[in-house]
């Protein structure tokens, strides 16, 4: 009997799972979801296990669940759409704006959302001070699992930066601005001098008026979310271009393009920032928060339609 | 046999199940020189899935996605010696796992073990039960210690990511393993057994309860710049059931194993149960492993003995997440038993 009851010890003493278990085991059976793509099965089960913001792991598969209930599918995307990113550069916005995975039709969509969750998820440094960087990641979590994350941003951005370039550039199937059914032919109604200026040089294609903005980015009433909206394609534009200088891509793989992409986006950012040095406070924001706190400076807020102008005006077209 | 061995225990695999199993050691000296094994995945059962399979990583993701993929090879030569045992252990094993549309992630468990197990069988009061006898009872405690250095992965990593697109740019298997970064590590373990045994006839039943791994058998790795870290491996409570009878020219023994009663796990994936037929020479065997059947044969050569069988097993958290659908082969080569 009492060798029954020392038995009996032995045996439940160690039952009760520790944590590590528990996050251990959310995360596989959330892979096994997220297989099946029952997204929201995959989110209730992380969820619960409350946020663990050291486990990179756990981050990677957060992320992509949100990602997973936006419809996103990594591997159709990198089949599909991102050897179809174009190398040229006057084509890259349109190439983005027409992917498969760029059409929208609602402001501020569940699926928008979602990416952004997915996005903020991976970027979220839980540090006011330390913006989202390559270099944080990389000190955080180590090279490796940095180099995975980078990955999974670089995608996700590349294809939210395409949304939004398709949903506020109102763009037809083909990626062309203003040829859509939204009406406007123009990302902002600009009031700063010198975006206006870039305007009226007619680099920008169809938006050659400077009042001709998406009306979900009107200033006035509006202008907390325009403010939140165009941080959020700026940032998308700065993390991409920090996670693909943080990326080698191997030249014989479907994302080998992104190579001269690198290059490409590198050089525009470096020759904008020769001719406005101003411009760098905005153009190495890597933070949403960070960002919408810089515009309530009336002269960031300028920078930034300067740079709305010069980025995006021109850079779709 | 569904894996439900904790009972049934008598053969080259005594410290992998149950050391208070040497207990009914039934020779003075028990050699078991040669006894290479093969798993591996069976793919034969899912051969529609590889007809026109991508040369390209990323369309081959599709069609890898959620099917497990396993291979290993090992020897266990020991022997026994009155109720002493020792086993020395030389095992490959690879384990891959590719899963999430959305971010697709490959989980690795790549293992090359090297080692030695060695235990004792303590008989437990005066009975005995041995070929002479005809009936009679039995209890042994075991207890074994084990040795084993692990050099290998055990990592979740991104299939878009840097550090396995480096690696499957590797021409051969060696260098895309290396490429993924490998942890060397050390460890000692602790099982303990007890068993009590009932012999009337030609009948006998064996009641049997292993703590394998005790407190958890953890690599200590060598110190590497990444963190890589090798698999550890878990500490388990199993208790087991058989009972069998042997006519000589017929025998059959049923068993079965409730695993893991130390641990939080779904009832479903405790259960193992088995069954095996024998006349002499040839024995088939069948089971249920988490609710997965596996099913074989041996055949007895005396000098040469090989067994093989189909088997599922779970590879998830869950009952019957992950279903892995394996094959194993296995030979025995040359044993031998001597009694003075």
């Known amino acids: ?317 | 046999m569904g894996d439900a061995f904790t009972a049934v225990n008598d053969d080259d695999y005594t410290l992998f199940y149950n050391p208070a199993s040497l207990g009914r050691h039934k020779h003075d000296l028990t050699l078991m020189p040669i006894n290479p094994q093969g798993t591996g995945t069976n793919v034969l059962a899912d051969a529609d899935r590889f007809e026109n399979f991508p040369t390209q990583p990323v369309p081959a993701s599709r069609v890898l996605m959620d099917y497990p993929v396993h291979a290993s090879a090992g020897i266990s030569p020991g022997f026994k010696i009155f109720n002493l045992g020792v086993t020395f252990i030389a095992n490959e094993s690879y384990d891959l796992l590719l899963r999430n549309r959305a971010h697709p992630m490959l989980d690795l468990d790549l293992r090359s073990d090297r080692g030695v197990l060695f235990g004792v069988g303590i008989p437990l009061g005066s009975g005995r039960v041995n070929n002479k006898t005809t009936s009679g009872s039995q209890t042994n405690l075991g207890i074994s210690g084990k040795s084993i250095s692990r050099k290998g992965l055990r990592d979740t990593l991104a299939l878009t990511g840097p550090t396995v697109v480096d690696s499957l740019s590797k021409e051969d298997i060696g260098g895309i393993v290396d490429s993924l970064g490998q942890a060397s590590g050390k460890a000692w373990g602790v099982d303990a057994g007890l068993e009590h045994i009932e012999k009337s006839g030609s009948t006998q039943f064996v009641f049997a309860l292993a703590a394998l791994d005790i407190g958890d058998t953890k690599f200590k790795e060598a110190e590497n710049p990444n963190k890589l870290e090798v698999a550890d491996n878990k500490g388990q409570v199993n208790l087991g059931m058989a009972g069998g009878q042997n006519f000589g020219l017929f025998h059959y023994v049923l068993s079965t194993d409730i695993r893991g009663l130390n641990q939080q796990m779904d009832m479903g994936k405790r259960v193992r149960v088995g069954a095996q037929v024998g006349i002499p020479l040839l024995t088939a065997m069948a089971g249920m492993n988490s609710g997965y059947y596996s099913y074989g044969a041996s055949l007895n050569l005396g000098i040469l003995k090989v067994t093989a069988g189909l088997y599922d097993v779970e590879m998830g958290s869950k009952y019957k997440q992950i279903k892995s659908k394996q094959f194993v082969i296995y030979l025995s080569l040359f044993d031998f038993s001597f009694d003075a």
């Open chain 1, 1 to 317: 009997m009492r060798l029954f009851l020392l038995l009996s010890i032995l045996i439940f003493w160690g039952c009760a799972k520790t944590p590590k278990e528990e996050v251990d085991e959310a995360i596989d059976v959330a892979l096994s979801y997220l297989s099946s793509l029952e997204c929201q099965k995959a989110i209730d089960l992380l969820e619960e296990t409350g946020r663990q913001n050291d486990n990179p792991v756990y981050l990677e598969v957060l992320a992509s669940a949100y990602a997973c209930r936006a419809g996103f599918d990594a591997i159709d995307f990198i089949t599909s759409d991102v050897g179809n990113i174009s190398t040229v550069g006057s084509d890259f916005m349109k190439s983005l704006a027409a992917m498969s995975v760029s059409t929208e039709t609602t402001v501020d969509s569940a699926d928008y959302q979602d990416y952004r969750t997915a996005l903020n998820i991976l970027l979220d440094t839980h540090n006011a001070a330390i913006e989202p960087s390559h270099a944080n990641r990389v000190t955080v979590f180590g090279a490796r699992k940095a180099g995975d994350m980078d990955m999974q941003i670089l995608l996700m951005s590349l294809a939210q930066l395409g949304k939004f370039l398709h949903f506020y550039g109102n763009v037809n199937n083909l990626g062309v601005k203003g040829a859509g059914t939204q009406g406007n032919t123009c990302f902002l109604n600009y009031t700063y001098a010198s975006a206006q200026a870039v305007i009226s040089a007619a680099t920008t294609g169809a938006c050659v008026t400077t009042n001709a903005g998406h009306t979900n980015l009107a200033f006035g009433a509006n202008l907390a979310n325009a403010k939140r909206r165009m941080c959020e394609a700026l940032v998308l534009v700065t993390n991409t271009i920090d996670t693909l200088n943080g990326l080698t891509f191997s030249t014989n793989s479907n994302m080998a393009n992104l190579n001269t992409v690198k290059t490409n986006i590198n050089t525009l950012k470096t020759s904008i920032l020769a001719g406005r040095p101003e411009l760098s406070a905005l153009l190495n924001t890597t933070s949403q928060s960070a960002c919408v706190a810089k515009l309530e400076n009336a002269t960031e807020f300028n920078n930034m339609q300067f740079i709305f102008a010069l980025l995006f005006e021109a850079g779709l077209k």
